[in-house]
Each structure stands twice: as structure tokens, then as C-alpha cells.
């Protein structure tokens, strides 16, 4: 492929979400002169970040938060000028409820996920029998697994905890993160850290307390998540999205486009697509366009469905990433309402327990300025893998739904002043059972389409940071490939 030097490189980025949004941004901070167009099919930019300010609550319609321990997402803020308006969570109340019979039990401090680095809080839990705190603490004398290849979480939790353990606190744990099937879930493509601890020391309870030794962050007194490491925009997610959308270039941006083909051209990429609503420039009017490679960063099976002509197999292992759907609901209520204390910040439930929600969230005990003074702000989360009907009922019937089971576990009184359901419709992938070696099989294959790359949360990791990095690390892929072009395609 020839390319002009007298013209910038021309990539386009299918997907308007974090993913695509950190790749374009990418794209022009390595190659200031790079030609970019953002396709994002619906009317907005974020994706799963959305920011709503109603009555004076800031409602996070879908992800709260990031991570500081993985460093894309907080470096990414720095570089778009808004790291000085990051806040942690509040000081005060950083634990995690379990579910048991109706009431909310603190998850014992110093048990992250599924390795306790305090034993002491472990043997004293009312969450577990005495048999079942018999069972996890034998952890400590299991030996290693010999076999290999891939083991489901279920089966690794059983095998190591036993299993009260893993149905009473790391399943309701880990739902609360990937809404997943854990008799599916993979562990290596999931939480590999703690298959690296298995192999270390043997024993998770040896080596969380090998790293409670060593000082590591957030180990001795975390309660479920380590939430000293959480950080988010004092004004919201939605302002990490307008700081990246106000640093491209002014036409970058395509709203209500949607990409329905694209296929080799003699200069590159060709691109068709269809805009809603009026469009002032004249190449988007004619709904096609050239490029010199094209990103997409989208969900696996959208992706599968445009790369069906270009590379069969490909597509097909992308149309195979499975996916859930979920909720969540945004509630308000005058504190006096709510007679729980509230002491946490927030609480998920096993699915033993047989409700008909996953999570609650209480959004302004998490983060400061979330609510007005002497009310409360609670999102709560229903549907994923396991209760994917759910989301087949109405709005009014998940609120309801919503309402009833705060009344039972809050001790809620009345309706909510204020309710906004969000529905996320396919929007997590599922790291199923060989996940890792499906991954390895597209990159391998995109890795040999010239001008292609892929980016987003369906490959290797779905938490902001780890999205934010597959976009940056899409485009850098991108250029290098376009300045070691060959002659012609």
C-alpha cells in the first residue's frame, strides 16, 4: 500500500465506548497528524460510563469506579487533565455485607475475594458453620493441583475452601464482578493471582498471609474489595468521557453511525455505514469511506459479524464470546427510610439465598457528593448469567422487584423519591471455561490482518483500567503496522 506522505494516516475506530475512546486518543497523541473518525452507533460516547445528575444526586448509571493498583485508567486521567478531581472512597465504612438468611453479615476483615489474610475474623464469622470455618481453614494443608489446563472458579473454590465457603462468600463476591456462571467461569482468564498463589505457596491462606507480611496494600483490612485502591471523578465517570472527547480533534466524533460493512479496498479499509439525522460533512453523507486500518472496539459479537468476510475463523471465535446482561437500579431515600445503618458500602447475595437481586451498592456511603445531606443513594443490581430473566420483566416490575428486597434487607420504608433503572443489554463478557486459548487464537489471527486491530473488554480484562490499556495497546499496534507497510496489500 502506497500511502501519500503529504496526508495524514487514516484510521477509523468502530466503538465509542472507553475502549475505542482510549484508543483514538491513543491514536492522537503518538501520531498528531493521524486522520481519525470515532463510528459510535448510538447518541452518546461512554458506553458503560454514564454520569446523571437529577435532584441533586450523581447517579452512576453503570461502572462507579477504577482501580489504581492497574495503572491505565489512572494514567490516562492524568495525560486528559483531570487527575486532581479523582477522590477515593470515604475512609469510614470500607466493607462488604454477605447475605445469610435475611440479614447482612460483614464479610470478615482481611477476606479478599477468596483468600483470608486474617484468621482470626475467618474463625469468628457468623456467615460460616463451624464445619464450614473447619473446612477453610484445612485450605492451609490441600495440597497443590497437579493437573493441568483450564479450572473453573467453582471448582477451584470447592476444591481449596470447600464448599460452604464458596457458596456463602466467594461466590456472592465474585458475581458481584462478572455476573457470571462460576461453574463456567475460568479462573486463569478471571483471577489468575490466586492460581499464582496455589503454585507459590501452596496454600491461599499462606500466601495472603505472606503478603499481609510484606505490608501489600489493602491485604489486612480488606473486606471483600480492596477499596482503598478505588478511585473515581469527584463529578462522575461521564468526565473522564468529555476529558477525552474535548482533547480530539473536532470532527473526530460520529454519533448515531452505525458500521454495517467493511471490506479491503485498493488503498486500504473501506467503510460503510449509516447516519441518523442531518450530517454536514460531505464524506459522512455519502456514507462510505477510505482508510488506511481500522480499530474496532466493540463487543466481540458485533465485531464477528463485521470481520465475516474478512476472516472467517476470526469471526467465528469472536461470535463465540458469550455474553450477560444486567440492571441496575438507582434509588433515592430519605435516610430516616432506610433503618439499616448503613455502615458499609454495600453487600451482595449468594445465590443459595434464592433473591431475586445480586447486589446493592450504597453509592453515597462510597464516595462524597453522591447525595444531598440526610438522604441516601443505593444502586441495585439484578439480572447477570444466572438470572438472566429477569430482565425479560418491565421497568415498573424491577423496581418493584428493586423496592421490595431493600424493604426485607434494609428495612426500607415506603416507595423511593427518586428511581432510575439502566439496562445493559449484553454488555458483559463471560470468561467461560478456555477462555485465555480463544483470545490467543484471535490475536494470533488479527495479528496477521494488515490495518486491523481489536480493543475492548471482551478479551483481557473487563475493569476500566485493563479496557483502557487494550485500547492504548490497539493503537499502538495500529501504527506500527501502517509505518512498516508493505508495498501493496
Same mark, same amino acid.
Given at each position: 500500500m502506497e500511502h501519500d506522505k503529504n496526508i495524514g494516516l487514516r484510521v477509523a475506530v468502530v466503538g465509542g465506548g472507553i475502549a475505542g475512546l482510549a484508543a483514538a486518543h491513543r491514536l492522537g497523541e503518538l501520531e498528531p497528524s493521524c486522520q481519525i473518525r470515532l463510528? &459510535?452507533? %448510538?447518541? @452518546?460516547?461512554? %458506553?458503560?460510563l454514564q454520569t446523571v445528575r437529577r435532584? *441533586?444526586?450523581? $447517579?452512576?448509571?453503570?461502572?462507579?469506579?477504577?482501580?489504581?493498583? /492497574?495503572?491505565?485508567? /489512572?494514567?490516562?486521567? @492524568?495525560?486528559?487533565?483531570?487527575?486532581?478531581?479523582? $477522590?477515593?472512597?470515604?475512609?469510614?465504612? @470500607?466493607r462488604a455485607f454477605v447475605v445469610r438468611r435475611g440479614r447482612l453479615l460483614a464479610v470478615p476483615e482481611g477476606f479478599a475475594l477468596m483468600a483470608p489474610a486474617r484468621i482470626w475474623p475467618v474463625l469468628t464469622t457468623p456467615i460460616l458453620s463451624p464445619a464450614g470455618k473447619m473446612r477453610l481453614a484445612w485450605e492451609y494443608f490441600v495440597p497443590r493441583r497437579r493437573a493441568d489446563g483450564d479450572e473453573s472458579l467453582g471448582s477451584f473454590v470447592r476444591r481449596r475452601l470447600g464448599r460452604e465457603a464458596f457458596e456463602r462468600l466467594v461466590q456472592p463476591l465474585v458475581a458481584g464482578i462478572y455476573t457470571a456462571d462460576p461453574e463456567q467461569l475460568s479462573l486463569a482468564a478471571t483471577?489468575?493471582?490466586?492460581?499464582?498463589? &496455589?503454585?507459590?505457596?501452596?496454600?491461599?491462606?499462606?500466601g495472603a498471609l505472606r503478603q499481609r507480611a510484606k505490608g501489600d496494600? *489493602?491485604?489486612?483490612? +480488606?473486606?471483600?474489595?480492596?477499596?482503598?485502591?478505588f478511585v473515581t471523578p469527584r463529578d462522575g465517570l461521564s468526565s473522564l468521557v468529555d476529558a477525552i472527547k474535548a482533547r480530539l480533534p473536532t470532527q473526530t466524533v460520529l454519533l448515531n453511525t452505525?458500521?454495517?460493512?467493511? &471490506?479491503?479496498?485498493?488503498?486500504?479499509?473501506?467503510?460503510?455505514?449509516?447516519?441518523? %439525522?442531518i450530517q454536514a460533512d460531505s464524506d459522512v453523507r455519502s456514507n462510505q469511506m477510505e482508510f488506511d486500518a481500522v480499530l474496532l472496539?466493540?463487543? +466481540? #459479537? !458485533?465485531?464477528?459479524?463485521? /470481520?465475516?468476510a474478512v476472516d472467517p475463523q476470526l469471526s467465528d471465535d469472536l461470535s463465540a464470546i458469550p455474553y450477560a446482561s444486567t440492571a441496575v437500579l438507582s434509588m433515592a431515600y430519605d435516610r430516616h427510610q432506610i433503618a439499616h445503618p448503613l455502615d458499609g458500602f454495600g453487600f451482595v447475595v449468594p445465590a443459595i439465598e434464592g433473591r431475586r437481586i445480586l447486589s446493592a451498592s450504597f453509592s453515597s456511603q462510597?464516595? +462524597? %457528593?453522591? !447525595? #444531598?445531606?440526610?438522604?441516601?443513594?443505593? @444502586? $441495585?443490581?439484578i439480572g447477570g448469567a444466572c438470572q438472566a430473566d429477569l430482565l425479560e420483566r418491565s421497568d415498573e416490575e424491577l423496581q418493584q422487584i428493586a423496592t421490595e428486597e431493600i424493604a426485607e434487607l434494609l428495612g426500607a420504608r415506603g416507595s423511593p423519591k427518586l428511581a432510575i433503572v439502566a439496562r445493559w443489554s449484553q454488555s458483559m463478557p463471560q470468561y467461560h471455561l478456555g477462555h485465555l486459548q480463544r483470545v490467543a487464537r484471535i490475536e494470533s489471527r488479527v495479528a496477521e490482518i494488515h490495518g486491523l486491530a481489536l480493543a475492548g473488554n471482551a478479551f483481557r480484562g473487563v475493569g476500566i483500567p485493563q479496557v483502557v490499556a487494550s485500547g492504548e495497546a490497539a493503537a499502538e499496534r495500529v501504527l506500527e503496522s501502517l509505518r512498516r507497510a508493505p508495498a501493496e496489500i
Open positions: 463510528f &459510535e452507533a %448510538g447518541p @452518546r460516547l461512554g %458506553g458503560s435532584d *441533586g444526586f450523581l $447517579i452512576e448509571c453503570g461502572a462507579d469506579s477504577f482501580i489504581t493498583n /492497574l495503572p491505565a485508567a /489512572l494514567d490516562l486521567c @492524568r495525560r486528559v487533565g483531570i487527575a486532581d478531581q479523582l $477522590i477515593s472512597t470515604n475512609h469510614a465504612g @470500607r483471577l489468575p493471582r490466586f492460581i499464582d498463589m &496455589e503454585r507459590t505457596h501452596g496454600s491461599l491462606i499462606r496494600a *489493602g491485604v489486612s483490612h +480488606a473486606s471483600g474489595a480492596r477499596y482503598s485502591l452505525k458500521v454495517s460493512t467493511f &471490506e479491503r479496498s485498493d488503498t486500504g479499509w473501506r467503510l460503510t455505514f449509516r447516519a441518523s %439525522g472496539a466493540t463487543a +466481540a #459479537p !458485533a465485531a464477528g459479524r463485521l /470481520l465475516a462510597k464516595f +462524597a %457528593g453522591r !447525595a #444531598p445531606a440526610d438522604q441516601v443513594l443505593l @444502586r $441495585i443490581f
